[in-house]
């Protein structure tokens, strides 16, 4: 497979360095059987400038420093949107004790709370300097958008809150279907579905919004 896109590499190189134009050459690979997304990506490492020879785009790269950013960035995140959710449910139990419940007991449930809160004070504002840092790192290079662990912790991301997504509605389903709904199980599934869908729904529009300048 490897040997297969190298060949196609040099193929689109050869081409366009020749003077054929992106059309023909897709014609031609397309007439060979290529996948038509193989083409678009040959075709895409190539910028459309007039120079003599083809001009390479740049590619997505790996920097020692920028994976530790990112995994700063992604684990603050984890950490403070785990910690709100817990701080959340304790509110909720708190507010809606259910003393049959083997999970409630008041000292326990103050330790989770500092534990939670502690937890939200140190991550979340880690998180938005370091969210500020790199972005403005990308607005001065937007090139640093092509990081290989940038896009794999947004994809990473993006699954684990569909992950919480689609199982906070199978529980809120499956204990609809069992005639076990209160008001202290709705309020928590409402409150994952939030939290999930809120960086869900962020990452996913910044990936769009980067597809679109792309």
């Known amino acids: 497979m490897a040997s297969a896109t190298q060949d196609l590499e040099w193929f689109v190189r050869e081409a366009l360095a020749r003077g054929e ?5 897709e014609a031609a690979l397309t007439a060979a059987e290529w996948p038509p997304e193989q083409v678009r990506s040959a075709l895409g490492a190539y910028a459309e400038v007039p120079f003599s020879v083809p001009v390479p785009r740049p590619r997505p790269y790996l920097s020692a420093r920028e994976a530790f950013l990112y995994l700063v960035l992604f684990a603050t995140l984890y950490v403070a949107a785990y910690h709100l959710g817990s701080l959340l449910f304790d509110l909720i139990n708190r507010a809606l004790p259910d003393p049959a419940d083997p999970d409630y007991v008041v000292g326990g449930l103050a330790r989770s709370m500092r534990w939670s809160t502690a937890s939200v004070i140190i991550a979340f504002p880690v ?8 972005g403005r790192e990308l607005a001065r290079n937007p090139v640093k958008r092509l990081s290989t662990v940038r896009r794999w912790l947004t994809y990473l991301t993006l699954f684990l809150a569909a992950a919480v997504l689609v199982g906070d509605m199978i529980t809120l389903v499956y204990n609809l279907l069992g005639g076990e709904l209160t ?6 599934v409402l409150v994952a579905a939030v ?9 996913l529009l910044d990936l769009r919004r980067e597809e679109k300048e792309t």
């Open 21 to 25: 134009s992106r059309a023909a050459v």
């Open 127 to 134: 998180f938005l300097y370091v969210a500020h840092y790199l």
């Open 183 to 188: 008001l202290r199980f709705v309020l928590k």
């Open 195 to 203: 939290i999930a869908g809120a960086i869900f729904g962020y990452y």
